[in-house]
């Protein structure tokens, strides 16, 4: 008989399966808290959060490869897979209407949403890539590549002017959040963590609690950062971020760079 | 409504299919109710006088049973849209749920051979994959076996129950019904067990490897049976629906036997990765 060709995919199931689950923890999901509470030191103020953006970009020409292998990669592989994921199942929560069952299928609707939305949030604000042509000729005509990371509150702020971009920045926050909070429930099955019914139920009420409080915090930094990028308040940040800017730049810090300014 | 409250007679709707790969089609049936009747009743009923409401006389519906007390699991279908028994499908709470009318199907992820009987070839392959035995072959006296503790025997217990009736794996949104259609007439043995074989196991196989692999001979293959999870269509296709728990006629703890054998196989995985 005719041995059919088993796909690489195929062969590695399992492992590319587990690897998939890992990485919607560790790097995606630690990045996602980070990512989240950063953004939300902007409510204490906006100092708190130009002084976070400085931290990360202390990493200087470091941070391209530090973005790319610990976070867009990853995401882009747990994203691919998962639409894969998605791709085999069929959902069928109306003969069966049970709890786990409905989260299954918005495990599958959010990770869908989530992944559209990172896609188009990593253009609208950061541009997909840093190569000047590519800013220039591409992503700003397209309205991309919004965020400054030395104007950081002033500039995410005025990018979320717009009613729409906000409610679909909530939505896109709100998909993560739950992606992930119910994904770590999952993944702690799939690893063979919780087994019994009880521990299950148990820990999906600490997995709601987290991902309570992540939306919580999540919603914080977006409204935060929108009021930051008010016309009333604008003047004001970009003139703390200025003197933020000139202070560093005069102890030595930062190397002075126009590119993450304007 | 007669003065009881119950109705005198009731409306039957039945997915048919004459053959393999044939077209299926609705017939509808009108059966006089009784006291105390379930599904097998029911298809009995209808058997009995096979003429559809609008007049046609038919052939009669083909159905499976055997055991009549829901332990064998031939007369596994799909009853108002849910994989159960028939003969623990009561007609009184049926028309209670839904008055008037109970709709019959065949269960959608196997071959139909005909109305509601499926080819279930791939649930017990499925068992293969796993090895679900105990690997003794020989007729050699060995002695008595080790012995099994309370707390293992009773972990067990509720696996062995298990009936391969397929519930766990009609109600599954990550088992997929498997196209033999692409071979055409005239399937080999092998090609189908190919096609089965990269295809999802399903909950009842996980958990019988779990079972197999408690016991304390059938530990001795235990290995095997974590690599047959960890193959294709193994455990990682899992989805954590958990649909399999909740229509499991016997309640067997699947999604307890899946986060075990979870368990097993990250452990097996390091293992291999360290100890090779």
Known sequence: MNQPTVSFLARHEFLIRRLHSLTGIVPIGVFLCIHLAVNASVIEDVTAFQKAVYQIHSLGGLLPFVEWALIFLPILFHGILGVLILLGGSSNTGDYPYAENYRYLLQRATGLIAGLFILWHVFHMHGWFHFRWWIDGIAAPLGGALFRPFHAASTAGAALQNGYVTTLYLIGILASVFHLANGLWTAGITWGIWTSPNAQKKIWRFCAAFGIILAAIGTSALFGMRHAGKSETFETIQGIENRMYEIRVELGDIRSSEDKRS | ?276
């Open chain 2, 1 to 276: 409504m007669t003065t009881s409250g119950k109705p005198a007679s009731f409306e039957v709707r039945i997915l048919r299919q004459d053959a393999p790969g044939e077209p299926s089609r609705w017939e509808r049936f009108r059966v006089p109710y009784e006291t105390d009747m379930n599904v097998i009743s029911v298809l009995q009923k209808i058997a009995a006088n096979p003429r559809t409401i609008d007049g046609r006389d038919v052939a009669p519906v083909a159905w499976e049973s055997n055991c009549l007390e829901e332990v064998c699991g031939a007369c596994t279908m799909v009853i108002n849209g849910r994989v159960r028994q028939a003969c623990s499908a009561l007609v009184d709470q049926l028309l209670a749920d839904r008055p008037g009318e109970i709709e019959l199907r065949p269960m959608s992820k196997f071959p139909v051979y005909r109305d509601l009987v499926v080819d279930r070839q791939r649930l017990f392959r499925s068992l293969v994959r796993v090895r679900a035995w105990l690997p003794i072959d020989d007729y050699s006296d060995r002695g008595p076996g080790p012995r099994q503790s309370q707390a293992e025997q009773e972990q067990a217990y509720p696996l062995t129950e298990c009936m391969s009736c397929g519930c766990c794996l009609e109600a599954c949104p990550q088992f997929q019904k498997v196209d033999l259609s692409e071979y055409g007439e005239g399937t080999s043995d092998e090609q189908r067990n190919a096609a089965f074989d990269r295809s999802f196991l399903g909950a009842h196989a996980i958990s019988q490897a779990m079972l197999f692999n408690g016991h304390p001979i059938g530990k001795t293959s235990a290995a095997e049976r974590l690599d047959a999870l960890m193959a294709e269509g193994g455990i990682q296709v899992c989805g954590n629906a958990q649909n399999c728990v909740a229509v499991c006629p016997k309640e067997i703890p699947l999604t307890t036997s899946i986060a075990r054998a979870g368990r097993a196989t990250t452990i097996h995985t390091i293992k291999k990765f360290f100890d090779h």
